[in-house]
């Protein structure tokens, strides 16, 4: 099995940027999607961006998009979500997510390891 730690959030104003780590304790093949979700408070959990690992395809939600970059580092088996110009919408909590075959990255069900999530909060 992957295990996939979350780190890097935190309380940042809007218009900052945070980068945000998943960690993943086995190594990940080329096969495998990671993607990025977040939940916020009293809604449902919504995809953010997602990265095929071996081709390195990526994806965005439309609320994201031009703000967000979403990147790994093959070599220590680690994925980045960079996220600039941050408004106190994006404030939820980010969790990584990753699985082999995924075909829907938007869809949660695809995903089968989940880091633990790290709060993200911006203010205003």
């Known amino acids: 099995q992957v295990q996939l730690v979350n780190s890097g959030g935190g309380l940042v104003q809007a218009g900052g940027s945070l980068r945000l780590s998943c960690a993943a304790s086995g190594r990940i093949l080329s096969n495998y999607v990671m993607g990025w979700f977040r939940r916020a408070p009293g809604k449902e959990r919504e995809f953010v961006a997602a990265?095929?690992?071996?081709?390195?395809?990526?994806y965005y939600a439309d609320s994201v998009k031009d703000r967000f970059t979403i990147s790994r580092d093959n070599a220590k088996n680690t994925g980045y979500l960079q996220m600039n110009s941050l408004k106190p919408e994006d404030t939820a909590v980010y969790y990584c997510?990753?699985?082999?075959?995924?075909?829907?990255?938007?869809?949660?069900?695809?995903?089968?390891?989940w880091g633990q999530g790290t709060q993200v909060t911006v203010s205003s």
């Open positions: 990265i095929r690992w071996g081709g390195g395809s990526t």
């Open positions: 997510a990753a699985s082999r075959g995924v075909v829907a990255v938007a869809r949660t069900s695809e995903y089968n390891y």
